[in-house]
């Protein structure tokens, strides 16, 4: 018996035994997407008809290692059992995977139909009667959310708790480990611990809610998705993660692309009677997108040291510096000069290195996106991309860096090197040494970070906004 058979004769038999009126299973399908658990759409017969579940449990049908940050799938079914009862928009979780099932970690529950792409949200005409209440609604959820009692659910027990200094001091500790000077990021975590909310409360932290981690229909919600991050901590967390710029898509509004700060709070204070400091949500919008800085550069990581080596990861790797633009736009807003293109680097030889890009590039976006589907045409798009930041890096890059290696001879009075100098920043911001109200400091990284997104991506929105703030 294949492995695939296998796991539908397994599956057949959990169904068949603890689905309601099942008389079979029909047919099941794996779902695209998921980047660190399998999702599966099942069919099943019963006595009225065919009936949709959904599946959801750990990559290949392993048992996963319980952490106190990754709690486990039993725990992200408590999760949504817990969060359904309180009414928060749920799937009904029928059944959680017991090792006699030889299944994996996971649960099976009900399959809900919506839309949970964020651009499709921001962007498609299906949505355009819900978005102007979609803020208002996120508040509310996100206040029945963090009125889960933790002790009566046994949530308190199975969850991680952080507070908000500890969480700067991990993320800034997962940064410096790798190695790699990125004066910005130091600034804003100086900032960040520097500013530390003086009161906060301690709740259930989703932790990952945000425009595309949730399913939406004409009507409204329709779940929360992705509780694995889950923990116990400031729940003001949730709020500022849902207006972090990178989630978005593009659009404008600063509540996930669609709608405005004070509908969000007012959706929250309506339903919890508790108000909301819009100082306190800025500091975790910073932490947030001083977060996502930091977890792509561990996705360049990942490529460099394995164990996946897809195209995908060092252009991932790329987006820090959208993040970094974000941070100086909510801390350090000021003109900027970008840097014109010159010839830049090319060999003497027909044809030039940048036709040789081009060509590459085009042949990917072109021939190769036509003949593909799935994956390997969204890995092309990745590829062309990719192709297109270096293309703007031979034409950008070289002046770029000599500004930035002046800047900080200037501010050191220094004639060393541009590696030697940034490191040399990042350790006196990490030791306190300069001020991070020193305005030639502030006046440097800007320059750098919003000519970085240049090359990077200067279709980000977070770059429009660096050059209307100057």
């Known amino acids: 018996m294949s492995a695939d058979d296998s796991f539908k004769e397994k599956l057949a038999g959990v169904v068949l035994a603890h689905i309601t009126d099942c008389k079979g299973l029909v047919s099941v399908d794996r779902l695209s997407g998921g980047a660190s658990q399998e999702t599966y759409r099942l069919v099943v017969e019963t006595s009225v008809g ?24 039993d725990v992200e079914a408590l999760l949504m059992q817990s969060a359904l009862a309180v009414g928060v928009p749920e799937p009904e979780v029928y059944y959680v995977l017991q090792r006699e099932d030889e299944l994996g970690d996971g649960f099976l529950m009900e399959w809900l139909d919506g839309e949970a792409l964020g651009a499709r949200i ?24 963090h009125s889960i009692d933790l002790d009566a659910t046994g949530l308190r027990a199975r969850l991680w708790e952080i507070p908000p200094a500890e969480f700067v001091e991990q993320t800034w500790e997962r940064y410096r480990l790798l190695d790699t000077p990125q004066p910005m990021i130091d600034y804003v975590a100086r900032w960040l611990m520097e500013n530390l909310p003086e009161q906060h409360e301690t709740a259930l932290v989703h932790n990952d809610f945000r425009n595309g981690n949730f399913m939406l229909s004409p009507d409204g919600i329709v779940a929360v998705l992705d509780w694995e991050v889950a923990h116990v901590g400031d729940p003001m967390r949730d709020l500022g993660w849902m207006c972090t710029n990178s989630w978005r898509f593009g659009a404008s509004d600063p509540v996930g692309g669609f709608g405005q700060y004070e509908d969000m709070f007012k959706g929250y204070e309506d339903e919890s009677g508790k108000t909301v400091d819009p100082e306190h949500v800025k500091f975790w919008e910073v932490f947030g997108s001083f977060w996502w800085s930091v977890g792509c550069l561990g996705m360049a990581e990942h490529y460099r040291s394995g164990p996946d080596r897809t195209v995908e990861r060092p252009a991932i790797g790329r987006r820090t510096s959208e993040c970094q633009v974000d941070c100086v736009n909510l801390l350090i807003p000021g003109p900027v000069e970008i840097v014109k293109e010159s010839s830049g680097f090319s060999s003497v030889d027909i044809p030039r290195t ?25 890995l092309s798009r990745v590829a062309a991309n990719s192709l297109d930041i270096v293309l703007r890096e031979l034409t950008l890059g070289p002046i770029h860096q000599a500004l930035e290696l002046g800047r900080l001879q200037a501010l050191f009075q220094s004639d060393e090197g541009l590696d030697v100098l940034k490191r040399r920043l990042v350790t006196e911001l990490r030791d306190k040494q300069i001020s991070l109200d020193n305005e030639v400091l502030q006046n440097h990284l800007r320059q750098t970070v919003v000519n970085q997104v240049a090359i990077d991506q200067p279709k980000y929105s977070g770059f429009k906004n660096a050059l209307d703030n100057a």
């Open 50 to 73: 065919e009936k949709r579940l959904a599946l959801r449990r750990t990559p290949g049908g392993e048992y996963a290692e319980i952490t106190p940050q990754h709690p486990g799938l």
């Open 354 to 378: 940048d036709e040789l890009l081009v060509s590459v590039r085009d042949f990917l976006r072109n021939d190769v996106m036509d003949e593909t589907t799935g994956r390997a045409n969204f």
């Open 122 to 145: 921001v962007r498609s005409p299906e949505f355009e009667a819900i978005r102007p209440k979609l803020a208002y609604e996120c508040g509310k959820v996100l206040a029945k959310i």
